[in-house]
């Protein structure tokens, strides 16, 4: 069974909830109406498991680096999957519309999906 962890880690932008299984991070929640997002039930709290994410989180929020070297472990459909793949892919500090990553995906009629993947 694949564990799946999470912590609340007070940041400049609110409390995210960082969630992350065996296989890496799964997702970071950015809060809702000022509050965290809640813990699904099947989650169980444990920072230890967490403390590569979140000692790379601190250093970014404090200006130290700008990328993150992190296993990943985010679920989604195989489109998604390509679209986060690509999104790794641009530089600090670049932007490109959501037309210009579907071009890159190889979709380029599919900006609005795209859009909604992110």
């Not at 979140?54 to 390509?82: H, M, N, V």
């Amino acid at each position: 069974m694949n564990s799946v962890t999470y912590h609340l880690l007070d940041s400049p932008v609110g409390t995210l909830t960082l969630v992350a299984n065996d296989a890496g991070l799964r997702q970071i929640n950015f809060p809702q109406n000022g509050k965290p997002s809640a813990p699904d039930s099947g989650w169980h709290e444990d920072a230890s498991a967490l403390r590569e994410t979140i000692r790379q989180l601190r250093a970014y929020f404090a200006g130290e680096i700008e990328c993150f070297d992190l296993p990943l472990a985010p679920s989604g459909t195989a489109f998604q999957q390509k679209v986060w793949s690509d999104l790794r892919k641009i530089p600090y500090g670049e932007t490109i519309s959501y037309g210009e990553l579907a071009k890159r995906i190889g979709n380029p009629n599919a900006s609005r999906a795209v859009g909604l993947a992110n």
